[in-house]
């Protein structure tokens, strides 16, 4: 690629404008390094959503190891202290976490059985999805550094700026929150529960804060782990302590960074650059959430695409909100497919403003892919063997011999679209079952693939296809092809006929035909 600074001033790929954003405010400081953060809440089971925010963020540290030389990290970092509110409902065995409620979430056994604590359970499926992908990211955890002092400057800071801080926090809270509002959240040492209750008191000369539970008095110290902060300040509070530059969050949450901002400029702090995304829907249009477990799962996209199909979904249109469903699966993998099938014949500057690119930083594993996820689809469900290996060998005889470069790409698309026709598309496939006149148009189109050849192309074998459809006067041709696919795969459309014929072969092709008609 030509000079990656030249053409990175022009792009309006926009992990390429967040990084020039980036830049600026890292050179304006002088700073030596740049700090990019992803937050997470393990409440829940990590969902699709918290892998978004990472893979973008991903996109614009691989943008900025292109632009500069200075050291750039990318911080995972887990609120793992915080104190359970409520029971996810996707949990097998709620238990344990009936009986520890509002205690942090690193204090409570974890109901699966495989971890000290349902936290460091959370926390380890985050990571370990994380590494499959090989994000280059530093994991911090709340516990870890409230415990061992790290934070403790700056919450002397909070403790020092608590009136301050609190002024900037009553007005957007209701009248009985505003009596009781305090920065920190006491962690109760006979319960261990992190509690909300009324500072009586603040002692700056031994950085301790005094309060009432259950009609005893305690005074503890903020620092060490005795307290944490609510969530709005410590996100404030931990941009200063981690010396973050940039961070990314879910549309609901700007009028938290804007008030987060403030209380940083308070702490005599500068805010990170930010973005927002917009978020992710279930199939019903609503707000994919790792309490409820709606919405596609990690291991659904996974075990129905390839990995790389995945950072392209999270790449596009960030600022719009998407549905995350099933069916949303083999149209985003097609369009993945597409793209990169044009990206080595791109220009410089087009391969920049292109999300292969971005996934790949720079570089796809693999340059192109033969054949469509719904033609694949479309083989997989009419072959009656379920072996992946013989639709490869359909490619391969249409295509020749792929590359190996490709070929671990195309092994893999194969195995995913077999998943996704045995587990989602045989229980929603609807045959139509033709009547005497569609039996008649079916026999005549069995007629003329009888006189091709095997490797008749298959633009000679569409064209055939329309002038069926022509010669039975359906008014509109896109009738004729809807029937087909109605009656072969069940389906209401699908990609070119003619492709899926010339792959599947002509002899197999009559078969398949004519095993729907009786």
């Known amino acids: 690629m030509k000079n990656f600074k030249e053409l990175a001033l022009e792009s309006k790929a926009w992990p390429v404008v967040e990084a020039r954003k980036i830049l600026d405010r890292v050179t304006k400081s002088g700073n030596k390094s740049i700090n990019l953060q992803t937050g997470y809440g393990p409440s829940g089971l990590p969902h699709i959503g918290t892998f978004g925010e990472v893979a973008r963020t991903t996109m614009i540290y691989n943008a900025l190891k292109n632009l500069t030389d200075l050291e750039i990290n990318l911080l995972t970092f887990s609120d793992d202290l915080d104190g359970l509110r409520k029971v996810p409902d996707n949990i097998p065995n709620t238990k344990p976490l009936e ?92 319960t261990n529960k992190v509690l909300e209750v009324e500072i009586l008191e603040t002692k700056l000369d031994n950085n301790s804060i005094t309060y009432k539970h259950n009609n005893k008095l305690y005074e503890v110290p903020v620092t060490g782990g005795h307290c944490k902060l609510q969530w709005k300040v410590d996100w404030a509070m931990r941009w200063i302590a981690l010396g973050i530059d940039y961070e990314m969050y879910g549309k609901d949450l700007i009028p938290t960074f804007q008030l987060s901002a403030k209380i940083c400029r308070a ?11 917009e978020l992710f829907l279930d199939q019903n249009g609503e707000k994919i959430s790792k309490s ?31 549905k995350l469903f099933l069916d949303v699966i083999p149209k985003s993998t097609d369009e993945f497919i597409s793209l990169l099938n044009k990206f080595d014949k791109q220009s410089d500057k087009e391969k920049l403003d292109s999300p292969i690119w971005h996934i790949f930083n720079g570089n796809p594993s693999m340059h192109s892919v033969p054949v469509s996820y719904n033609i694949l689809l479309n083989l997989v469900s009419a072959s009656t063997e379920n072996d992946s290996s013989i639709i490869l060998d359909f490619v391969e005889r249409y295509v020749g011999k792929i590359e190996n470069k490709n070929l671990e790409f195309l092994k893999s698309l194969i195995d995913c679209v077999t998943n996704f026709n045995n587990d989602v598309s045989k229980n929603i496939s609807n045959f ?5 006149n569609e039996i008649k148009i079916f026999n005549d ?4 693939l009888q006189k091709m050849k095997d490797e008749t192309d298959a633009e000679i074998i569409q064209t055939e296809i329309y002038q069926i459809g022509k010669d039975y006067e359906f008014e509109n041709l896109r009738d004729w092809f809807k029937l087909i696919y109605q009656v072969l795969f069940g389906k209401d459309d699908g990609p070119r006929f003619g492709t899926f014929v010339a792959i599947y072969g002509i002899e197999k092709t009559i078969k398949l035909i004519e095993s729907r008609l009786t």
Request: aromatic share 14%; with cysteine.
């Open 99 to 190: 009986e520890n409620l509002n205690k942090p979430l690193t204090s409570i056994p974890d109901p699966f059985g495989t971890h000290p604590s349902f936290g460091e359970h959370n926390n380890a499926m985050l990571r370990d999805f994380l590494d499959k992908f090989e994000f280059n990211y530093e994991f911090k955890s709340a516990t870890n550094l409230y415990k061992s002092g790290f934070f403790d400057e700056q919450l002397i800071n909070v403790l020092r700026n608590h009136d301050k801080i609190k002024n900037i926090v009553l007005p957007t809270l209701g009248a009985d929150r505003q009596k009781t509002y305090s920065p920190f959240l006491p962690i109760c040492p006979d």
């Open 267 to 277: 702490l005599g702090g500068n805010p990170p650059e930010n973005y927002f995304y």
């Open 292 to 322: 409820k477990g709606n919405g596609l799962t990690i291991d659904q996209w996974l075990s129905y695409a390839p990995p790389e199909t995945l950072s392209f979904f999270m790449y596009q249109n960030p600022r719009r909100a998407k």
């Open 432 to 436: 139509k079952t033709p009547n005497t």
């Open 445 to 448: 189109l069995i007629s003329r």
